[in-house]
């Protein structure tokens, strides 16, 4: 599935259960992004919500008659209390609809508690372990697992040979003079051995 299609199911699947919820009596569904937003993984949650951004930008920031909103935290790399703690923060201050992002593991399966006290879908966009949907009936993934890269080919194709090699050898399978008749009578050295039929063998000569 293309970022863009499960970006707009996200949102409006989000305002549906905004909808569905006690919240639906206001006109804003709040998605509370946890991401590495600095150190070495920022690139992980910028370009979470880059794509976020992208879509809303092209397709409107309205779904349902809801608007979307994002608030997000940056757990600044793998910080699982870091994660916890924002998260809690992102439910009981903010009161976000849906929890999102989670770029690394320790801080997805950190939140994990937290969603299922609070009820609240979580949505892993990026962290690859697959036991991160199994803490927690509310966590949903839009992303791949570790084991679908790990996962060997069934069969690799057979390499053929190249065509010279091919016809090489089935040069040498026709050539039915036994290989004492092989050498041509007038030149028995060792230095000036031929082959006598016209299989490989016949053009390659030992320097003299």
Do not use: W
């Amino acid at each position: 599935m293309k970022f863009g299609t499960f970006v707009g199911k996200l949102l409006a699947g989000a305002a549906m259960l905004a909808v569905a919820s006690a919240v639906s009596a206001q006109n804003v569904v709040k998605l509370g992004m946890v991401g590495e937003f600095s150190g070495p993984f920022a690139q992980y949650g910028q370009q979470i919500l880059g794509g976020m951004k992208a879509y809303m930008k092209l397709h409107g920031d309205t779904v349902a008659g809801k608007k979307i909103e994002i608030v997000q935290k940056d757990v600044g790399g793998p910080a699982p209390d870091v994660a916890k703690r924002l998260a809690q923060e992102l439910v009981t201050r903010d009161n976000v609809d849906l929890l999102v992002g989670f770029g690394l593991t320790p801080n997805a399966l950190a939140v994990a508690p937290v969603a299922t006290e609070a009820k609240k879908a979580m949505v892993i966009m990026n962290a690859a372990t697959s036991i991160i949907t199994t803490k927690s009936p509310y966590i949903v993934r839009a992303s791949m697992t570790t084991a679908r890269g790990s996962i060997p080919r069934r069969h690799s194709p057979k390499r053929s040979k190249p065509p010279a090699a091919r016809s090489s050898a089935a040069s040498i399978r026709r050539c039915r003079i036994p290989i004492s008749r092989r050498l041509s009578s007038a030149s028995r050295t060792p230095s000036r051995k031929r082959c006598s039929c016209s299989c490989p063998r016949a053009s390659r000569a030992s320097p003299s």
